[in-house]
């Protein structure tokens, strides 16, 4: 007699509307969220430190709602309907999003902003715990481990995949097009992941005949919920002695409950150091995108916008999932290192840390080129000549006999100042040309940057702004020798009006960068990336200019921005390690009822995560962005050193095991059901009838 082979499981074809949704989706929210901190800054015009707030605020939201996601597949829809009607949700959110932020369909933008991104958090975050745990259920277990592990590695592929498309397409569309005579077009940036959106519906939908869809199975989370409080209860009251505190719940909840609760809760336990990663690893779309604005994106004729630096995450992990699965993981098996999920989790931990601190340097290289601002007891004084004299200033003790030649400017830095005081000052060398009294009226204010500029009616006095731009934009201020109200002076762009600004207007202006003339005078004007400027302008009595000069008070940004590309190599590395195995292992050390809930509790250490953001940014902790990424790091190594000792003693469920049980449970449903069916009269008549 031949042994008989074992009939093969066909692969799941089921799979590849889930990925293909997956892929969709991905792409709707990674587009979306690439330009969110810039939307909320630019366009809203929060604070750099409140856009990040409300950016992580939103992040929290997302990995909050999977919790929900999990209770309504599990115990009331399933997860089929659960993302199909979720997801309707999410694209409603999206669809809002896009009308708020176009500027004449005339919604309050802030509002409605708002309720469109908890729409996306509520939506994306609901279907976040189903959809690879629906993806998981379409196999057959034991017989199909190794598809099943490579499925994951492919749902992770696809969700890199969309995020790499649309991390490059929705900031072009924000900067390269131009709609509502705005000089972007968000509208359409958020529009197009929105039919994304549209799109992964229609294709989860069409699948559905090949789903392998199971019935939920009762509400889990509050039979879990119940079946802790009452061990602990009896904990107090009871006197038995028991193998585990949550055996005395066994006689009300049944032991299969109770052996699903203490597995459980051995994963959950291990979930607690998690949320530290998620806080620097969710960081590109806010921190590190702030941080690309202060750096030089020129790459000879295109130049790299701050949000497309996010790009090279998705990128690098399509081409590190085949190395890591097929190169890197056997590698070091054979070297007998990092063949547990664990292991590689606090491997992948401690790259996320080591890219915090290869940010912290590239930000201390960033803030070595920022404007030295006057601290307590200094003051910093520009005084500026557009006048066609070399005048000589006083203003005793502090300035003496100080030369300010004609077209030009003299940078003062006063020390031991206290507080805001006025001191007498002269001008000499203009005799003629000038017509104001001097006298007691020249300031000096205690850690303020000052500004003074001679006009032949007035000496004029600002407040300075040194400070380069938030968005990394050439800020340009014009100050002018004869200043005529009704005359405008135009920087040219190619022959095209850029800016246009009048006479008697020294306010500070951002502008994009590039070469200009201005008002057609033969002379090139050099504005570059986070550069601060001043341009004196010499009229004569008709309005032509007869002198331009262009003085960089804070030099452009000088790092460029492919310095962050090594950061961003380590962190993607450190996300593979993490985030591919954490989810994997997340499901297969689940109990088989409860897939979706652990699957959720994982997703919701990243909710804490940004909760973690939050609260560090509030606090405000430190004013250099190279402290906080330093900060960020210190945290991540400490608390993998604790999660390391917290796996050591981790023991692995044997997923064979689960197997099997989940066969027992299955043989047991099928006996109740045709028990009930056999007592039901109307089987009996058709048993009759045959």
């Known amino acids: 007699m031949g042994f008989m082979k074992e009939k093969k499981v066909p692969y799941p074809k089921s799979v590849f509307f889930i990925v293909s949704n997956e892929l969709c989706e991905r792409f709707s929210y990674y587009g979306m969220r690439t330009i969110l901190s810039l939307y909320l800054r630019d366009m809203l015009l929060f604070s750099e430190s409140d856009s990040k707030i409300i950016y992580h605020t939103f992040a929290m939201l997302v990995y909050f709602f999977p919790i929900f996601g999990a209770i309504l597949s599990d115990s009331y829809l399933g997860k089929f309907r659960t993302i199909l009607y979720v997801s309707v949700i999410y694209a ?234 097929y190169l890197i993981y056997p590698g070091l098996a054979k070297c007998n290192l990092l063949k547990t999920p664990l292991q590689r989790m606090v491997c992948g931990g401690l790259l996320t840390a080591g890219s915090f601190a290869i940010s912290a340097g590239v930000s201390f290289a960033l803030e070595a080129t920022y404007p030295v601002l006057p601290d307590a007891g200094e003051c910093q004084i520009r005084m500026y000549n557009p006048l066609d004299c070399n005048a000589t200033f006083n203003a005793g003790p502090h300035i003496l006999n100080v030369e300010i030649k004609s077209m030009g400017y003299s940078k003062f830095e006063l020390n031991g100042i206290s507080g805001n005081k006025f001191v007498q000052y002269n001008i000499t060398g203009c005799d003629g040309k000038i017509s104001y009294p001097v006298g007691n009226d020249f300031a000096i204010n205690d850690e303020q940057t000052l500004l003074y500029y001679m006009t032949p009616e007035s000496f004029v006095r600002v407040t300075d702004d040194i400070e380069k731009d938030e968005k990394g934009l050439p800020k340009i201020r014009t100050l002018v020798n004869n200043p005529v109200a009704g005359i405008n002076l135009t920087y040219l762009d190619s022959g095209e009006s850029a800016l246009e600004v009048s006479t008697n207007d020294s306010s500070v202006y951002t502008i994009n960068p590039g070469t200009y003339k201005l008002n057609g005078f033969n002379e090139d004007l050099e504005l570059y990336l986070g550069g601060v400027y001043t341009v004196l302008v010499s009229l004569d009595n008709t309005g032509e200019i007869q002198d331009v000069e262009l003085y960089q008070i804070t030099a452009p940004n000088s790092v460029h921005m492919l310095w962050l590309i090594p950061q961003y190599v380590v962190i993607t590395a450190g996300e593979i390690m993490f985030s591919i195995t954490g989810l994997e292992f997340s499901y297969s050390q689940a109990p088989v009822s409860m897939k979706s809930v652990l699957t959720a509790a994982f997703l919701l250490t990243t909710a804490v995560g940004n909760l973690i953001i939050v609260i560090i940014e509030s606090a405000k902790i430190f004013e250099k962005q190279s402290y906080d990424f330093l900060l960020y790091a210190g945290l991540m190594i400490v608390d993998m050193i604790l999660f390391a000792f917290m796996a050591m003693k981790y023991k692995y469920i044997n997923v064979s095991d689960q197997s099997e049980r989940e066969k027992l449970e299955n043989s047991s449903k099928q006996e109740r059901k045709e028990s009930n069916a056999i007592d039901n009269p109307a089987f009996k008549n058709e048993v009759d009838d045959a």
């Not at 005339?106 to 469109?116: A, C, D, H, K, N």
């Not at 390269?176 to 968000?186: I, L, S």
């Not at 929105?194 to 294709?203: E, H, K, R």
């Not at 199975?217 to 209860?233: A, D, L, P, S, W």
Request: hydrophobic share 50%.
């Open 92 to 325: 409603c959110g999206n669809i809002l999003l896009a009308l708020a932020s176009a500027e004449p369909v005339g919604l309050p933008q802030i509002p409605f902003s708002m309720v469109g991104l908890f729409l996306i958090a509520l939506g994306t975050g609901g279907i976040k715990p189903c959809v690879s745990a629906f993806g998981g259920d379409q196999f057959v277990l034991p017989q199909q481990e190794l598809q099943l592990a490579a499925f994951f590695s492919m749902f992770y592929f696809a969700i890199n995949a969309g995020s790499l498309i649309s991390t490059f397409l929705t900031p072009v569309l924000r900067e390269d097009v131009h709609c509502f005579d705005e000089e972007n077009c968000y509208p359409l940036a958020f529009a197009i992941p929105g039919v994304l959106m549209v799109i992964s519906i229609v294709i989860f939908a069409v699948g559905k005949p090949l789903y392998k869809i199971r019935q939920p199975e009762g509400n889990v989370v509050v039979q879990v919920m119940k079946c802790i409080g009452h061990g602990i209860k009896k904990k107090f009251k009871s006197s038995d002695k028991v193998d585990h505190w949550l055996d005395r719940s066994e006689k009300k909840y049944g032991q299969n409950l109770v052996t699903d609760v203490k597995t459980t809760l051995k994963v959950l336990v291990l979930f607690v150091p998690l949320p530290i990663f998620w806080a620097l690893y969710d960081q590109q779309g806010s921190g590190w995108t702030f941080q690309a604005a202060r750096m030089d994106g020129n790459l000879g004729g295109w130049t790299i916008l701050p949000d497309q630096m996010q790009v090279i995450n998705p990128l690098l992990i399509l081409i590190f999932i085949p190395l890591f699965t």
